[in-house]
């Protein structure tokens, strides 16, 4: 049966074999993708990744539960490790992130995790943010 991630995770397979087709994914896997449009997409990434840890550190900050304290702490760590080595790496200053310009879905989707953290309890925040998280090792 399977719990309800699971349901949900087997329900979107759909949708992430879209996002397989996409021009960006397409167009990374044949090399057809134009460099600056490549680079635009992974300064948004790198002002995602900072965001998301914002809204984990606030999420942790908040949370009495020990160990759903502790994991956000281990997502914390690794988000600051995250957005650190890639705003170096691109140059960006952690200071000025309000410069970057972000796409629609993506503000959103930070905007959804924003109220998560700020209004929901901490069980309710780490399963917001559960598909995200898994997104990244599919």
């Known amino acids: 049966m399977g719990t309800n991630f ?17 021009t960006f994914v397409q167009g990374v896997k044949d090399g057809s993708l134009d460099p ?9 990434d790198c002002v995602f990744l900072y965001e998301e840890y914002r809204c984990i550190k606030s ?13 956000l ?8 490790g995250y ?7 691109w140059h960006i200053n952690p200071n000025n992130t ?20 700020d209004n929901m309890a901490t069980i309710d925040f780490l399963l917001s943010i559960a598909p995200c998280l898994s997104l990244w090792s599919w």
């Open 36 to 44: 600056v449009v490549f680079g635009g997409f992974v300064i948004q």
């Open 98 to 117: 309000s410069s970057v310009q972000l796409d629609e879905a993506c503000q959103e989707y930070i905007s959804y995790i924003q109220n998560a953290a």
């Open 59 to 71: 999420a942790m900050d908040k949370a009495t539960d020990g160990q759903m304290k502790a994991c």
């Open 6 to 22: 699971d349901n949900l995770w087997m329900f979107s397979y759909e949708k992430r074999l879209q996002a397989l087709e996409t």
């Open 83 to 89: 957005y650190v080595d890639a705003f170096e790496k």
């Open 73 to 80: 702490k281990k997502l914390t760590q690794r988000y600051e």
